[in-house]
Nanobody
């Protein structure tokens, strides 16, 4: 059983930055795939960025160039650096992890495949 604790959410103005953290109870470098997701009330949860065990990353198109996902193996923590925040980024952000994937990476992984989830951290961006 892996526990994930999300933190770092806050209220900021448009153009500002935040860094979200996801502290894991298990060694993050053994997870085939970890990621950040976000959800707005009334909408489906969407993928923000993923980090595969071997170090490859991927981003949703609207986050490319603004968000950076990273992992600190020594601290067992996954991060999401968010810059140039926009009001449309307002959402609850969740960290998730999957120990084993068929490919050993995040390739082909659906949101429903992630087994472990953090409790979420709220990000609010005002214009």
């Amino acid at each position: 059983q892996v526990q994930l604790v999300d933190s770092g959410g806050a209220s900021v103005q448009a153009g500002g930055s935040l860094r979200l953290s996801c502290a894991a109870s298990s060694t993050v470098y053994t997870m085939d795939c970890m990621g950040w997701f976000r959800q707005v009330p009334g909408k489906e949860r969407e993928r923000v960025a993923t980090f595969a065990r071997e170090g490859s990353t991927s981003y949703a198109d609207s986050m490319k160039g603004r968000f950076t996902i990273s992992r600190d193996n020594a601290k067992n923590t996954l991060y999401l650096q968010m810059n140039s925040l926009e009001p449309e980024d307002t959402a609850m952000y969740y960290c998730a992890a999957l120990e084993y994937s068929r490919s050993g990476t995040c390739f082909g992984i659906r949101i429903s495949d992630f087994v472990y989830w953090g409790q979420g951290t709220q990000v609010t961006v005002s214009s």
